[in-house]
Every structure is written in C-alpha cells, then in structure tokens.
C-alpha cells in the first residue's frame, strides 16, 4: 500500500510540534515559558462567550449553509466595508473553521499544475506547502530584515512572469512583525495587473499593528476584483481554539467556487461559534477589550525587544504590527536551529527556528510575545542571558 505522491509535497508548520515537544518537557517536570505558538493568554471577551453559549443553549448545533450564517456574513460586509473602504457584498463573505482553510481554497482555486504563485519568505509556512502539494511552483521572494521586512519591489519585477498566476501578501507580517508599504502595495498592484493575476491578501492580524496605520491593497484602484482577503477572528478576539475564519471574495462567482470547496471537505464551519463571532461586531465592549489587549501586546513586545538587544549577537527588528519578534542571530555564529535547541534544552524556554518559515529565515528565530505576561517574558530573558555565554563560547 503506497500514498499518493502529492503527500511528500505537504509540508507542516512547525509550532505545532515544538508545542508538542514543550509540552512533554512539562510533563516530565520542566518550567516551559511558552513562546513558540502564535497564540494570546488572554480570555476571549464575555460577550462572545454569551453568544455562543446563549447558541448552544438554543439548540444552535445544526448544519449552516456552507457559506456561512448569513447573519454574521452580512455584519462582516458591513465591517469589512468599512475598515477596507470598498463596497462588500454578504454573498461576497465565505465563513471557515479558521483562517487556513482559505488559503488551501485559494490556492486550489486558481492555481493549475506549474503555475508560479509568488510568496513572501521567510512567511507562514502553509503558502509554501499548499503550492507544492497542489503542483503549482511556489516562488519565494526574501523577507529582508534591513529593510524592515517589506516586499523588494525589484526583486518582485525580477521574478513576476506570464506564469504567474498568485501573488501572496501578508501584512502584517508572521513571522517578522513587518508591514508593507504603501510603495510596495502599489507595485503589487501594478505588477497583477500586468500579469493578470490574483492576488490573496493574508490580513489576520489588521488589528494588530502597534506603529503606523493598517493599509489593505483594496485601497490601490482596480485590485477590488482581483483580491482575496483572508480575515480570522483567531488573534483579534483571542480565539485560536474556535476557529473562526473568513474570506472576502472578488465576486459572488469566487465565493461561490469557494462555498463548493466547503461543502466537500467540512461541510460547514462551526453553528454555535459564528454566532458567537457575530456578538464581537459592532459591539463597544469587545472593541475596548480588543484595544485594551493591542496596548498589552505593544507593552510586551517592548519588554522583550529590549532585553533581546542585549543579548551577545542578538540584533532585532522592531515590529510594527502582529505578535512576534524575528530576531537576527547571526552574530552569535551559530544557525537558527541550533539556537533554538540550546534556548530551549539550556533555558526551558521554547521558541522557533527562523528555517520554520522558509529558507529565507535561516539566521533568525521567532519569539512570540502574546502569550505570556511581562513578568513571565521578563523569567525569560533572565533564563536567556543566564547561558547566553555558553551559546557564544
């Protein structure tokens, strides 16, 4: 009996299993600091859990149409209008068990066998693996840190052809916090255009920018109809476990390839938690717990940026936005592996290789600062900067 040979082209996102590892290290006693999941410590607000609650309570547990509530697709065109400045439809808005499926939906919508499908590196390591599974060529473009981790305009010039057929943007940015530049969005733009291309627009962390404004290619004229939007309630609401994921589709047709691809594969997302996705909309109380959380994030990220610096052959970048540090270790002469297996054995502090995110990360490491209090980044640093000296010998 043999596999199907598409399988050895799956790739895997390796949080996952440094979670895995850091978890048995607990239960054989050891003090894990956690930084190596892209997750919040914080409690998802009341209101949504009321929602959902008040669903399961009602009897909320049937199937949904494979597109979703209609009543949370019509509150998320309404949000997505406002927040993007372009006119949404609610049929334009498919609901999904989280914001990966959308990816997997995109990429199987649009790309046939050897078409190139342009990608940030190092990025979220499901765009790489979904393009090789499908048989489509995935193209890294480098996430560079000198330049703050945006788009190379150049290099992007240098690499778009008549083969492609996706471009991939996510801003902000897993793992490096970086936020694309109005230049950089326009180039893209520009570049689709001149190609005919889609272009699909991870934007999971929109409410998580700490310096500057969030900017949406949607605002570049004419690429309206030529974008995907991926949205997710999973880092806004602290609600990783519900999975609660959304598209914004070019048009009804889109969706509607998209609703298909639901249909065979889960049928639909979730009854009671896209009710309980539907409190969060225009509700001030969310809102305020939601900007009360981005404060404490950008609080974190300060902590954990300054104790990083200094560390003996540690350089960061400073994020603007999402929930990571990507830290250059190059100066400590050792590779991103090796750095994260000795923080980890020496320290009990579990973080991830750079190389998780693509061979463009080679150099770096991410370290997330949501999912721990300052206090417990601060335990740390101090555990870092205990046999820090060790590393650099």
């Avoid at 570049?191 to 949607?218: P, Q, T």
């Avoid at 570049?220 to 991926?230: A, C, F, K, S």
Wanted: charged letters at 25%; hydrophobic letters at 40%; glycine letters at 8%.
């Amino acid at each position: 009996m043999q596999l199907a040979d598409r399988i050895s082209r799956l790739g895997t996102e390796e949080a996952f299993a440094v979670l895995a590892r850091a978890k048995q290290a607990e239960r054989e006693g050891r003090d894990m600091i956690h930084m190596e999941i892209g997750d919040t410590d914080f409690n998802t607000p009341k209101a949504i859990v009321d929602g959902a609650v008040e669903a399961l309570q009602s009897n909320k547990t049937k199937y949904l149409p494979s597109a979703g509530l209609m009543e949370l697709r019509e509150g998320l065109a309404k949000k997505l209008s406002k927040s993007r400045g372009v006119d949404v439809l609610p049929e334009e808005v498919v609901i999904t068990p989280g914001g990966k499926p959308m990816i997997f939906y995109t990429i199987l919508s649009t790309i046939n066998e050897g078409d190139e499908v342009i990608y940030p590196n190092p990025g979220f390591p499901t765009y790489e693996s979904v393009i090789n599974f499908t048989g489509g060529k995935a193209v890294a473009l480098e996430m560079k840190g000198e330049s703050g981790f945006n788009f190379d305009v150049e290099e992007l010039k240098k690499i778009a052809n008549e083969k492609t057929k996706l471009i991939i943007i996510n801003s902000p940015q897993n793992p490096t916090g970086g936020i694309l530049t109005r230049e950089s969005l326009e180039a893209i733009a520009e570049i689709a255009k001149k190609y005919d291309a889609w272009v699909f627009a991870d934007e999971v962390y929109s409410e998580m920018v700490f310096d500057g404004e969030f900017e949406s290619i949607l605002s570049i004229p004419g690429m309206r109809e030529r974008t995907i939007v991926l949205d997710a309630y999973t880092k806004t609401y602290s609600m990783s476990g519900w999975r609660v994921g959304y598209g914004m589709c070019p048009n009804k047709e889109f969706a509607s390839v998209i609703t298909n691809l639901i249909n065979n594969s889960v049928s639909c997302a979730p009854n009671f938690t896209q009710w309980g996705a539907l409190a969060a909309i225009d509700n001030p109380e969310v809102d305020a717990e939601v900007a009360a959380m981005r404060e404490e994030f950008k609080k974190r990220r300060d902590v954990l940026f300054a104790g990083l610096e200094n560390l003996e052959g540690v350089a960061c970048h400073l994020p603007a936005g999402a929930i990571y540090l990507f830290p250059d270790i190059t100066g400590t002469g050792r590779s991103s592996n090796d750095v994260y297996n000795f923080v980890f054995d020496k320290a009990n502090v579990a973080i991830l290789p750079g190389t998780s995110f693509g061979r463009f990360g080679e150099g770096y490491v991410r370290m997330s600062f949501a999912n721990n209090s300052i206090e417990r980044i601060e335990e740390a640093i101090e555990r870092m900067a205990k046999v820090w000296p060790e590393l650099i010998g």
